[in-house]
């Protein structure tokens, strides 16, 4: 089992110009105060920018994430985060992916911005 399948993490679409991902919160997200811990919001944001750059790679070689800054803006004790990233720069070498979360009520409540890197000819 990856770290999505552990989190609940569900990709609702990716493609090379949007990916969404969706994550149900429970108490084991939580960090001792209740609240979602940072690094799931870390999480989201990584895992819906490497969604959309590697639909937008194609099968032309394989990315992952060089660089990951996300901001928490909001604190969240339930319900359902939604992350949506969208490329802010596509090129030869890297990716740059902006990634907003919100929560049930369409609040913004985590910003990252996720650098990945593409790599041809590396093995699956």
């Known amino acids: ?4 399948e552990l989190l609940g993490i569900r990709v609702e679409e990716a493609s ?3 990916a969404v ?3 149900a919160v429970t108490p084991d ?3 001792p ?4 811990h940072g690094g799931v919001y870390a999480v989201l ?9 590697a639909a937008w790679l194609d099968g032309r ?4 994430g060089i660089s990951n800054h996300t901001d928490f803006l909001r604190p969240v004790r339930e319900g359902t985060l939604r992350a949506e990233a969208t490329p802010l720069a596509r090129g030869r070498t890297t990716q740059l992916w902006q990634v907003a979360i919100s929560d049930d009520h369409d609040r913004l ?3 990252g911005r996720v650098r990945l890197i593409n790599l041809d000819g590396m093995p699956a």
Request: with cysteine; net charge positive.
């Open 21 to 23: 991902v969706v994550c």
């Open 109 to 111: 409540v985590a910003h």
């Open 33 to 36: 105060y209740g609240l979602v």
């Open 45 to 53: 944001a990584e895992t819906a920018a490497s969604h959309g750059a």
């Open 16 to 18: 090379g110009d949007r």
């Open 61 to 64: 070689g394989r990315t992952f």
């Open 29 to 31: 997200l939580h960090q």
């Open 1 to 4: 089992m990856g770290l999505r």
